[in-house]
């Protein structure tokens, strides 16, 4: 029997992957269980790691050191290829004004946290994973540790603990901050639906189809291509034609001319559409289906690309129209809808709509590969290369003003900001970064469970005794100072000020504090993806500067 015993307590490497393994199985199974609508997910996890380690169940420091600053890694790092490709495009959709109201609640935060230790002396590590927990931010945790694990070349477990009492009223405390600032403000969701739709029609700048009749006399006649011309800067694909003399469709081309009265189908962005319509003529209403003809010999189809050698090349160099006789009206890439502008550079993964006939469409279809099985394989290369570059970026120390030591963006800043780069750029430099939704949600699942695990069972020795005689429970009530006073603050002042939808608000409030059991609720209470949009609007930014506060604190403290 003394294999049993090795392997439940001794420090070999199937002792340390056993229990990491229970640890994760029983706690993703627990955190499914739901508390007011409200599930703590794979976050359990951390607190069944922090009962084994109660319990006198260890792993070898130097290997649970190791198995938590990799799950941390590959956490941190799928989170930014997930958020990357929309990261700066976010700027443009009313992001700045969200994501200075999230820088707002991240530094009132760190105000609390930088208050309470001077009226209450406790330590600023402490304080840093009270903080974190408070905010439901782990990469925040995983920076500090090893801020404070670089600076002194020791380990506080404080951390770890601060973080683990005070995780469960963050999650809370968000929840109830949204619901107090619906109180305030007397907020009745028909009319905040009512505004966000009128919003929606304003502000629409996304892809539209439009059916047009040619009434310019300027363009009787005239090509295709030379009437492109015209258009200039204005993003419009000219897809079909509905000559008026015969009652035909044909797919348009550059050669294609139009004549008074034709029909034409076009795809272009919202705010172009107008322009176009004066140029052309005016808008016509037709349904979709009417542009397809039984008798047409062409049909639309969406193609996959596939081919890792069309990664980066522009739409014009495939020559599609001219050698297949083949329309691209637009491209639907991470779920947004782009016009297929011959300039745009391809990605592995874009969706193309092509029109056509059945057998140019099966030609066009060898061109761009549309092969899923392709995309199922997992692009491995460009995933450790971004960490090996991300590893790199985080050790480099970097001098700011104020601050006597150098700080590092570390495991958790580093692969986040070149995760976010290579999933946005890569295709420039044939990276394919492309990676379906369940692979990339599984690496992040696997990486973060990995490292709540390895944290649990570090800080688990001694965790009740913290709580009981150690002042745990003040790290609770100091945790929900942290959670709640930030976001009631801001919150009011975005409602107040800037009328920001409330909707839209839920989603600023969760993704501020980077917690996705608050943007659960929202979608469950709101019913539509308004909290969505704005979560995913600030939390890059978020992240990554709850990572640098975390960091900063610690080594302001320590120097």
């Known amino acids: 029997m003394e294999w049993i015993n090795e392997l439940l307590w001794g420090q070999g490497i199937g002792h340390s992957i056993l229990l990491l393994s229970v640890a994760i199985a029983i706690g993703i199974q627990l955190g499914k269980i739901k508390l007011f609508g409200v599930s703590l997910g794979v976050t359990f996890v951390l607190f069944v790691g922090l009962l084994l380690g109660q319990l006198g169940f260890q792993i070898h420091p130097q290997v649970v ?33 969200l994501n200075l109201l999230a820088v707002s609640i991240i530094i009132l935060g760190a105000g609390v946290t930088v208050a309470l230790h001077y009226l209450t002396n406790i330590p600023m590590p402490t304080l840093v994973g009270v903080m974190s927990g408070a905010i439901t931010n782990t990469p925040g945790l995983g920076a500090a540790q090893q801020a404070y694990s670089d600076a002194t070349g020791a380990t506080d477990p404080t951390i770890a603990l601060g973080y683990a009492v005070a995780y469960p009223l963050g999650v809370v405390g968000i929840i109830l901050s949204m619901i107090l600032i619906r109180y305030f403000f007397r907020v009745k969701f028909d009319q905040e639906n009512a505004r966000l739709e009128s919003e929606a029609q304003t502000n629409e700048k996304g892809v539209v189809p439009a059916s047009l009749i040619v009434k310019n006399p300027a363009v009787f006649n005239k090509r295709i291509a030379d009437i492109s011309t015209i258009l200039g800067a204005h993003e419009v694909i000219i897809s079909r034609i509905w000559r008026n003399d015969n009652n035909q469709i044909e797919i348009a081309t550059g050669e294609t001319l139009l004549c008074e009265n034709d029909k034409i189908f076009v795809v272009a962005k919202a705010d172009d559409l107008e322009a176009v319509k004066i140029i052309i003529g005016q808008e016509i209403q037709m349904e979709r289906k009417q542009w397809v003809l039984a008798n047409a010999e062409f049909v639309s189809r969406r193609i996959l690309v596939t081919k890792p050698e069309l990664n980066g090349k522009r739409l014009a160099d495939l020559q599609l129209r001219r050698l297949h006789g083949v329309n691209i009206t637009r491209i639907n890439r991470a779920g947004v809808d782009l016009v297929a502008a011959p300039g745009l550079e391809l990605q592995v993964g874009d969706r193309l709509t092509v029109v056509g006939s059945e057998l140019s ?14 995309l199922n394989e997992p692009n491995l290369v460009a995933i450790f290369i971004g960490i090996a570059l991300g590893i790199l970026l985080g050790s480099i120390p970097l001098t700011l003003p104020g601050v006597p030591q150098p700080i590092k963006l570390g495991l958790a800043g580093g692969p986040l900001i070149v995760a976010i780069l290579v999933s946005r750029f890569g295709y420039h430099y044939k990276l394919i970064t492309y990676s379906t939704q369940s692979a990339n949600l599984m690496l992040r699942e696997i990486g973060i469970a990995i490292f709540l695990a390895c944290v649990g069972i570090s800080a688990g020795e001694g965790f009740i005794d913290t709580i009981i005689n150690d002042g745990g429970l003040a ?31 839920m989603g600023l409030m969760a993704g501020s504090t980077t917690d996705p059991p608050a943007l659960a609720y929202s979608n469950t209470v709101v019913g539509n993806d308004a909290p969505a949009v704005g979560y995913a609007m600030v939390y890059p930014l978020s992240m990554f500067l709850r990572v640098v506060v975390a960091q900063l604190l610690i080594l302001l403290y320590l120097s």
């Open 361 to 374: 469409i099966s030609n066009v279809e060898k061109v761009l590969g549309n092969s899923m099985k392709r």
């Open 65 to 97: 050191h190791f198995f938590k600053e990799f799950g941390l890694i590959l956490f941190v790092y799928s989170i930014g290829m997930q958020v990357g490709p929309g990261f700066f495009s976010t700027f443009k959709r009313g992001g700045i004004r």
């Open 475 to 505: 790290w609770i009530g100091y945790g929900f100072l942290i959670t709640i006073l930030p976001l009631l603050i801001v919150g009011c002042v975005a409602r107040q000020f800037f009328k920001i939808n409330y909707f839209t608000l």
